[in-house]
Each structure stands twice: as structure tokens, then as C-alpha cells.
């Protein structure tokens, strides 16, 4: 059985450092891995998507890898924001009917 | 713009209750999903309908079901409302690899 995790829970960075969120998964065989944001109390925003037989996605600040092999996958936000501050989940899609496995989420707070 | 949305926000209802939660795509999408999501326990699939008429169980099915009706709607329904199922519901849609999801409905179960 899939499972996720991410690491570490929390994490509070002064504003203008890079930072790097992990995501761990023990089944290697994926079919795809999906970055998600969420504000508190909301729903989740799709940040990147990574397919299987990809090993990265850019999007702005953003930088997300993916290691199959390994069972790894890392976010990398440049230049962090106050406005970055918010839970960050991985998801591990292990089919092509689009089924989720969540990691329990790594909360980020920017300090001015 | 893909938009997901759910009938309500916030919802309170009693125990024992029948209670509905609407879920709208507008993007005319196949697959959609509701998840819970609890503290320390993460997001967790309910049910997942890959067309119309058409639902699988996902992880946690229990004590819950699901109708969809039309392409553009699914909805989760709790038979007889419990304690246990107070939580915040979150609906998804897909469209090719990616999933969208609506803003949730923080449900509370008296």
C-alpha cells in the first residue's frame, strides 16, 4: 500500500531565504505526483504536476523533482515570500483514474 | 479557468440527519472525487466517479454515498449524520493528469 510522507511538519524561514520541502513515497511505481497548496481553512491549489516520466517542473519560483528510483520528490521555493506561508501537500497519483494519495502536508511560515 | 464549487461553506447539522453536499465542475470533466480532511490524518478519498451513474469506493467509504446524476455534479450524501463525520469536505475534478478542487465544506455534526 502507497504511503506518503512528507517532512519536516512545520517549518519557519526568515523572508528572502530559499527553502526546500520533501516528499517521500515507498511504492515507486507512480503514475504521476501533483504539489498542492493550502490556505488555512481553504482548498487546495494545484502548484506543479509531474509526470512519471518526467524529472522536474517549473513554474515561477517554484521548482518541483521527482525521483522514481529513490521515492523522492523535493519543492523548491526561491526567494520565499510572506505570501508563501501556507500548508504544502504532495500527492501521489498511482493510476490513471486520477486517485490521490496525500502526504499529511508540510506547513510553512515567512516571517518579514 | 477550471472552477469546482460546493453548495455550502460552512454547515451545521444534528445527528441523524440526511445530509447533502453539491459539488459543480464547470469544465465538463469525467473523473471527480470527495476527500475528507482531519488533523493528523491528512486528506482521505471517500468516493470517485469516473462518469455519470458511474462511483468506485475509495478509502473510507463508510456510512457515506454518492450520486452522480449529471456530468457537471456529484454529490456526497450522509445517510444518518454522526458525530465522527464532522470534518471538512473537499470535492475534486480532473482533466487530463491534473486534479482542481473546490474550497471546501466545513461540515459540523452536533
Known amino acids: 500500500k502507497q504511503e506518503v510522507t512528507q517532512i519536516p511538519a512545520a517549518l519557519s524561514v526568515p523572508e528572502g531565504e530559499n527553502l526546500v520541502l520533501n516528499c517521500s513515497f515507498t511504492?515507486?511505481?507512480?503514475?504521476?505526483l501533483q504539489w498542492f497548496r493550502q490556505d488555512p481553512g481553504k482548498g487546495l491549489t494545484s502548484l506543479l504536476l509531474i509526470q512519471s516520466s518526467q524529472r522536474e517542473q517549473t513554474s515561477g519560483r517554484l521548482n518541483a523533482s521527482l525521483d522514481k528510483s529513490s521515492g523522492r520528490s523535493t519543492l523548491y521555493i526561491a526567494a520565499s515570500q510572506p505570501g508563501d506561508s501556507a500548508t504544502y501537500l504532495c500527492a501521489v497519483g498511482s493510476s490513471n483514474t486520477g486517485k490521490l494519495i496525500f502526504g499529511q502536508g508540510t506547513t510553512l511560515q515567512v516571517k518579514p | 479557468d477550471v472552477k469546482v464549487t460546493q453548495s455550502s461553506r460552512y454547515l451545521v447539522k444534528r445527528t441523524g440527519e440526511k445530509v447533502f453536499l453539491e459539488c459543480v465542475q464547470d469544465m465538463d470533466h469525467e473523473n471527480m472525487f470527495w476527500y475528507r480532511q482531519d488533523p493528523g490524518l491528512g486528506l482521505r478519498l471517500i468516493y470517485f466517479s469516473y462518469d455519470v451513474k458511474m462511483k468506485e469506493k475509495g478509502d473510507i467509504p463508510e456510512g457515506y454515498s454518492v450520486s452522480r446524476e449529471k456530468k457537471e455534479r456529484f454529490s456526497l450524501i450522509l445517510e444518518s449524520a454522526s458525530t465522527n463525520q464532522t470534518s471538512m469536505y473537499l470535492c475534486?475534478?480532473?482533466?487530463?493528469?491534473?486534479?482542481?478542487f473546490g474550497p471546501g465544506t466545513r461540515l459540523t455534526v452536533t
Open positions: 475534486a475534478s480532473k482533466q487530463g493528469y491534473e486534479q482542481y
Open positions: 511504492d515507486s511505481a507512480i503514475y504521476n
